[in-house]
């Protein structure tokens, strides 16, 4: 099992950035992919970015268009999701997946999620 705590969530104006953190523990050598979903209210949850953990591979949500950068440090167990010009219909709660495989990845664990707010 893999546990996951994201941070870094909170209060921004359109337009801003806001970096969230995703700390892996547990049986992290069996992470294949990483990956950023989100769920704003009354809607699905959506896949927003995902990354190789051991080779690094990224991709996207159509909806990102560049906005958004994921990366990763394997030595600290950390994945990033960089979020820059941020909009209004980006608020949501933002949540922190791992999966076993990759590039198929079937997202078993996940973490508790982090809000992010954009203003007008």
């Known amino acids: 099992q893999v546990q996951l705590v994201e941070s870094g969530g909170g209060l921004v104006q359109a337009g801003g950035s806001l970096s969230l953190s995703c700390a892996a523990s547990?049986?992290?050598?069996?992470?294949?992919?990483m990956g950023w979903f989100r769920q704003a209210p009354g809607k699905d949850r959506e896949f927003v970015a995902g990354i190789a953990w051991s080779g690094g591979e990224t991709y996207y949500g159509d909806f990102v268009k560049g906005r958004f950068t994921i990366s990763r440090d394997n030595a600290k167990n950390t994945m990033i999701l960089q979020m820059n010009n941020l909009k209004p219909e980006d608020t949501a709660v933002y949540y922190c997946?791992?999966?076993?495989?990759?590039?198929?990845?079937?997202?078993?664990?996940w973490g508790q999620g982090t809000q992010v707010t954009v203003s007008p």
């Open positions: 547990g049986r992290t050598f069996s992470i294949g992919t």
């Open positions: 997946a791992a999966a076993t495989g990759w590039p198929k990845a079937d997202f078993s664990s």
